[in-house]
């Protein structure tokens, strides 16, 4: 009988091979997928293009010169590409949760408020509260802990409304991002608290040199802040996802809320716990909109829609924490070199071309790749997703 068992369990010869050509198998649509989807939505993309009277070979090169064709281009790039990042880095955590975090563009515009706040209240008043008197970089700390806290309240607002009050996230969020962007036109339009007075912009004032972001001396509008923030939020999530028992518990949750709770996963705290977080870093991209070397104000757009592009981002980068900084590099550069593109052919070949093209064009990529996962999966599932021979046969005589 032992014999007989322990023959029944032995491997039987040539099984890792087995397993390298099924694991070789899954691989190949997993990876061909998003590659077919990208070659279809460029194929697309040059339609719009030609159906818009551009040319596409011209286009390409608007977009590479307003870009990456000078290193100062590419500084530029890369100071529009970090808040993305930032952004898109937190979005990882509440979708790998479960969780479709749409309120991250309130979350972003909240941030820029607490930052703006935080300028009005020590670098702008002439009586600094608790007369704490400090410097740019005091001034700056309480520039991104104020922009933390803001987006982190309000994303923990719309994770409250989900375990507490049973509203789904995606409608909460969407509630909240108006609400954000209407209470931002309240302080600084129509003699709003925050806008100078006498002035018809809707805008604050530009703030004052203390509380500016340092920058490079060869690029102007490039801070080594940001840079380390990004990488420091990178690190933080990273270790989160792939180190810390807490990842393990989002991914559990993620997959299936019910069993994850059912095995003593405190799925409510991981929910308002992981909204905020994301909240934080959404936060932290708002303070760097409005402290950006170009801009140093509040104003009527302070996101300019960047949380719903970090959603785009991560949907594209399938949730991978490793793939996100590459997914949005490229968006920023089809975002930024959108500008170069709208104003070469204006300038060049007098065509006027849709400032919603190039949210069309980002579109298109995002659908197109989705699509071909659809059909991947559809066509082509994982063998750890089809059912064994031997459960077949169960289904089969039940």
């Not at 802040?225 to 989160?240: K, Q």
């Not at 579109?363 to 063998?383: C, D, E, H, I």
Request: glycine letters at 8%; a positive charge.
């Amino acid at each position: 009988m032992a014999s007989t068992a322990r023959q029944r369990v032995s491997p039987v010869p040539g099984w890792r091979a087995e397993m390298l050509w099924r694991a070789a198998l899954d691989l190949l649509p997993a990876a061909l997928a998003p590659l077919v989807g990208i070659v279809v939505a460029l194929l697309i993309i040059v339609l719009i293009l030609e159906w818009q009277g551009a040319d596409p070979q011209v286009a390409w090169r608007y977009v590479y010169e307003g870009t990456l064709e000078s290193a100062a281009k590419r500084a530029d790039l890369v100071a529009f590409w970090m808040p993305l990042a930032i952004t898109s880095f937190g979005l990882v955590l509440t979708y790998t949760a479960g969780l479709w975090n749409i309120g991250v563009e309130g979350q972003l515009i909240m941030g820029a408020i607490g930052a703006t706040w935080a300028v009005r209240l020590f670098a702008e008043s002439k009586n600094p509260p608790l007369g704490l008197a400090m410097g740019r970089d005091g001034i700056l700390t309480a520039c991104f802990v104020f922009a933390a806290v803001a987006g982190a309240l309000w994303a923990t607002l719309a994770a409250l409304l989900k375990t507490r009050g049973g509203v789904n996230e995606i409608f909460g969020g969407v509630a909240l991002n108006f609400i954000a962007q209407t209470f931002n036109m309240y302080l600084i339009s129509n003699g709003g608290p925050w806008q100078p007075p006498g002035s018809r912009a809707t805008e604050t004032a530009r703030f004052p040199e203390i509380a500016r972001l340092p920058v490079f001396e060869e690029y102007r509008r490039l801070s080594p802040t940001t840079i380390y923030l990004t990488i420091a939020a990178f690190v933080v999530v990273f270790l989160i996802m792939y180190v810390s028992h807490w990842g393990l518990q989002l991914r559990a949750q993620g997959k299936n809320r019910k069993s994850a709770f059912l095995l003593g996963v405190r799925t409510e705290r991981n929910t308002v716990l992981a909204m905020a977080l994301c909240g934080a870093m959404a936060g932290l991209a708002g303070a760097f909109r409005v402290l950006a070397p170009d801009v140093i104000k509040l104003t009527a757009t302070p996101s300019g829609g960047m949380g719903f592009l970090a959603i785009l981002v991560v949907l594209l980068a399938s949730v991978s924490l490793v793939l996100t900084p590459f997914v949005s590099f490229v968006f920023a550069v089809l975002s930024k070199g959108g500008q170069r593109l709208e104003s070469g052919f204006q300038w060049d070949y007098g065509l006027t071309l849709d400032r919603s093209l190039v949210r069309v064009l980002q579109s298109t990529v995002v659908l197109m790749v989705v699509l071909a996962f659809g059909v991947r999966n559809r066509f082509f599932p994982p063998r750890s997703a089809q059912p064994e021979a031997e459960d077949e046969e169960e289904v089969d005589r039940t």
